[in-house]
């Protein structure tokens, strides 16, 4: 597509459900990103995937958070058992490739409310 | 570790003047590239203005420009004209050379006054 498509727009839920946020990444970008934008935390980097693997998982909060890639597209965070700290804009990005000369181009995010 | 701080919370400018939004940086390493984005209501991250750290040479895109000063680790963004269209919250961000996480400042909001 012509830019990094994120799914739902907005998302709310109840504490203690589980939820699943979409990325699709511009076509041919095998590195993917996701961050999380907070009041209290700012932007935080969560997981970096090059193609199908996640080399760097250091950033996710918890082990209620996941992710993963299918065939080297569309990827899904999925956060179980959800809290209130949770809400947040969850922000999802690709590049050309994972080196730092390749810029990373952000979809609009996904703004989890936790009830 | 490295940190990003923009100590400016929120800047203010009349449309068609100049402003300039600070960011400082803390790093040890000599590989590293700077980046100024702009994030509009829509919430989407769009890319400003990339510096490479060796790289003399301020980065100038259109209206944007920085002033990158290695030494004293500081990345400021002028906007020049300022245009109605400007007004977003602009986030400074670092990225180590060979590394892909981008380490982000708090932000400044933008306000381009008629």
């Known amino acids: 597509g012509a830019g990094v498509s994120q799914s739902p727009s907005n998302k709310v839920t109840e504490k203690g459900k589980d939820v699943e946020l979409r990325c699709d990444p511009i076509?041919?970008?095998?590195?993917l990103y996701w961050y999380r934008q907070s009041l209290g935390q700012g932007l935080e980097f969560l997981i970096y995937?090059?193609?199908?693997?996640?080399?760097?998982k250091s950033g996710l909060p918890s082990d209620r958070f996941s992710a993963e890639r299918t065939g080297g597209s569309v990827s899904t965070l999925t956060i179980q058992r959800t809290q209130q700290e949770d809400s947040a804009v969850y922000l999802c990005?690709?590049?050309?490739?994972?080196?730092?000369?390749?810029?990373?181009?952000f979809g609009d995010g996904t703004r989890l409310s936790i009830l | 570790a490295q940190t990003v701080t923009q100590s400016q919370p929120e800047m203010s400018v009349q449309e068609a003047e100049t402003v300039t939004l600070s960011c400082t940086y803390d790093?040890?390493?000599?590989?590293?590239?700077l980046f100024w984005y702009k994030q509009p209501p829509s919430r989407q991250m769009i890319l400003v203005i990339r510096?490479?750290?060796?790289?003399?040479q301020n980065a100038t895109e259109n209206r944007f420009s920085v002033n990158f000063q290695k030494a004293a680790k500081s990345f400021s963004l002028k906007i020049s004209d300022s245009q109605l269209g400007d007004a977003a919250m602009y986030f400074c961000?670092?990225?180590?050379?060979?590394?892909?996480?981008?380490?982000f400042g708090k932000g400044t909001l933008l306000t381009v006054n008629p």
């Open positions: 990005a690709s590049s050309r490739d994972g080196g730092s000369n390749q810029p990373q181009h």
């Open positions: 076509s041919g970008h095998t590195a």
């Open positions: 995937f090059q193609g199908n693997s996640a080399p760097d």
């Open positions: 790093t040890s390493e000599s590989d590293y590239y």
């Open positions: 510096q490479e750290a060796y790289k003399q």
């Open positions: 961000a670092y990225l180590r050379g060979s590394n892909y996480k981008l380490t």
